[in-house]
């Protein structure tokens, strides 16, 4: 039998799944089946409704090898494994005459623990673990919460928190869950044998597609104890969101309270002169973060180093202590230890890493503190450090040893892959080196007619948007789109300050027009009511503009109401401008207008998501048209027809919203 060719094995694939075949996830399809063939790299940009997860995954499977599939969302992954997966490999099983097994893994702390769930947890003020079910009031929605979990656990065949639906509360499910530090591991637990991490981390070693997300991607990269099952292939979905995802798994915090908690759960554990050594260490650190003031520290004071110098060392006095220390009147003393281990490296860890001082790091102080007052006191201030940069990281951990294949609706900003290249610790593509990874960028286009369905209008009449100020005429102009849409606006906005104000005024201006604004229902049942009903509108921020799909006539106008540049006084992104700056570089251009043109391509991608939308984006921001930077921005939006004629885009408004309205009464 004559080995399936590529388009073969698509075109099953993609009739499976009632899809239609389309130009640019064939020559997806081709280049990834390319790369993978030569064990290169590959940026591939594919617009909304290429296709682009058979796109990958059809090329992936012919090529017979082990392939991790990352993204960055649950909704991806869900779509993958319960949907796409399952019917390609029926569809591809009489072509390649094997069946791929398939399987998805989490990080540790995604599955509950039956440990835990089963002889207690540790409780810090008191020796031993005790029953969270029996201490929490049956009545209460914590209470609730752990009871539908015990009976939810009894039930599962994964263990998985994604599968228990409705969810609950973050309070609920740590107490019934361990992360890998806080594990008894397998061979030493007495429900090893059933656990569901483990059994996931089975099923990952014998499949040949791993579904993973991000965060646990970044942990195998930058912790060197694999997580990960040995891969040939790496295909990287939603890449826009990587380099976020990765600086996140590689920031560390250090709180009063996380302190405190440690030097709680460590206390039974160790002789007294060492947890007084810890003790009067953790008082300290809490006085200097209650003086401390909020901004990126690029000196650590002195009284500050001494502070965490001190907390460092008592951490790993106890540290040591604990591993010599038995204590046999502690209930399931293993358990209780290796939670208060866990808790304590940690501070050990993280005041290490900021008192060693790599110039590599930024580090700041935080104090989020929405009511003020002594009521909140210490819970709001935090000491971070993060990496100035993770292309390095991801440059020697990512590329080494695999074809690696990264794809998004938006990689290719100011019209090339190179921005985004950088951030990934790629040289500018085409430049040569025998320790450069070598990649090529394509983009497959869309199969949207972007001119025709969209229009991208700036309001190049408005006065020129300041830091936090009154922006009347910005309203009236909201105002009066609004109302030419008939409603159905998604409102992107650079604060939820920003939104929450527009909001308000909005819902007194045009109350015949619902506002739905993120934070007042859950994310979920926002976006629900926003699609279920044309004339309603949905404020909100950051994961509005990359979380909301919705096709159809309740989504034809989405605003922007400034350029979503980074906040001049954010830590991070201003130390690496700096460091952009200080190297000979454009530090505006290769970290704040790269910032900004991810959001803006990310968010205006919410208006056309089917073959039949139409719409109008609003940028009501004068820069994108005024500004030099202006010209980068909008090559890395759709092709929309451009105006800055207010005129010409309420009168587009208004027709695209007779035509929906005229559609629904037929």
Not at 192 to 197: D, R
Request: aromatic share 4%.
């Amino acid at each position: 039998m004559t080995k399936p060719s590529l388009p073969e094995l698509l075109h099953a694939a993609v009739t499976a799944v009632g899809g239609t075949e389309r130009p640019g996830q064939v020559t997806m399809a081709e280049s990834v089946a390319e790369a993978i063939d030569d064990g290169s790299h590959l940026l591939v940009q594919a617009g909304t409704g290429t296709g682009k997860s058979l796109g990958y995954l059809v090329p992936a499977l012919a090529h017979g090898e082990r392939v991790v599939v990352a993204t960055a969302t649950l909704a991806l992954q869900r779509q993958l494994v319960e949907r796409d997966l399952p019917r390609t490999v029926d569809a591809l099983h009489p072509l390649l005459r094997r069946r791929p097994e398939f399987a998805m893994l989490k990080g540790r702390s995604n599955y509950v623990c039956l440990h835990r769930l089963h002889e207690g947890m540790p409780q810090d003020e008191e020796e031993g673990l005790f029953d969270q079910f029996e201490a929490a009031a049956p009545t209460s929605k914590l209470g609730q919460d752990l009871l539908r979990l015990r009976d939810w656990a009894d039930e599962t065949e994964n263990g998985d928190r994604d599968d228990l639906t409705p969810g609950v509360s973050d309070k609920a499910w740590a107490q019934v869950s361990v992360s890998s530090r806080e594990c008894l591991g397998a061979s030493k637990c007495a429900y090893g044998a059933e656990c569901f991490a483990e059994m996931a981390r089975e099923r990952a070693k014998l499949a040949e597609v791993v579904v993973t997300n991000h965060a646990l991607l970044a942990i195998d990269a930058i912790e060197g104890a694999p997580v990960l099952p040995q891969h040939e292939v790496l295909i990287v979905d939603e890449a826009h969101e990587l380099v976020s995802r990765v600086t996140g798994v590689a920031t560390g915090e250090l709180t009063p309270g996380q302190v405190n908690r440690a030097v709680r759960r460590a206390a039974k554990l160790v002789d007294e002169k060492a947890a007084d050594q810890l003790q009067t260490a953790a008082e300290g650190f809490e006085r200097l973060m209650e003086l401390a003031l909020p901004g990126r520290l690029e000196e650590i004071p002195e009284d500050l180093g001494y502070a965490l110098a001190a907390l460092r060392d008592a951490s790993r006095t106890v540290i040591s202590a604990i591993g010599t220390t038995r204590d046999k009147s502690v209930q399931d003393e293993d358990a209780v230890r290796k939670q208060a281990l866990a808790s304590v490296e940690t501070v050990h860890d993280v005041a290490e890493r900021i008192v060693s001082g790599s110039e590599w790091d930024v580090v700041w102080y935080e104090r989020h503190d929405p009511r003020g007052g002594a009521a909140y006191r210490h819970s709001g201030a935090s000491l971070r450090v993060a990496p100035m940069s993770v292309s390095g990281l991801l440059r020697e951990k990512l590329f080494a040893d695999r074809s690696v294949v990264l794809t998004s609706a938006t990689l290719k900003l100011g019209g090339d892959f190179n921005g985004v290249g950088a951030s990934l610790g790629l040289a500018p593509e085409g430049t040569e080196g025998d320790d450069l990874p070598q990649w090529k960028g394509v983009d497959v286009g869309s199969p949207f007619d972007y001119p025709k369905q969209g229009i991208l209008y700036v309001a190049k009449h408005l006065s020129r948007p300041a830091r936090d100020g009154d922006r009347a005429d910005m309203l009236d102009e909201l105002t009066e789109l609004i109302q030419a849409a008939g409603g159905r606006t998604l409102g992107l906005f650079s604060s939820m300050r920003a939104a929450q104000q527009a909001a308000e005024e909005l819902r007194v201006r045009i109350p015949e027009f619902p506002i739905l604004l993120q934070g007042e229902e859950t994310l979920g049942e926002l976006i629900k009511n926003f699609a279920a009903d044309p004339r309603t509108c949905l404020f909100g921020t950051l994961s509005l503009w990359q979380g909301v799909d919705v096709p159809g006539p309740s989504c034809q106008l989405v605003v922007m109401d400034k350029i979503p540049f980074p906040r001049p006084d954010d830590p991070l992104m201003s130390a690496r401008q700096k460091a952009v700056e200080d190297a000979g570089g454009n530090g505006f251009m290769a970290v704040a207008a790269t910032h900004a043109a991810l959001l803006m391509a990310q968010g205006a991608g919410r208006l056309v998501r089917a073959s039949g939308d139409r719409g109008v984006v609003a940028v009501l921001d004068q820069r994108l048209a005024t500004a030099r930077y202006g010209g980068y921005l909008k090559s890395s939006l759709p092709d929309f027809w451009y105006t800055t004629d207010r005129n010409q885009a309420r009168k587009s408004l208004a027709a695209i919203d007779a035509a929906a309205r005229q559609a629904e009464t037929e």
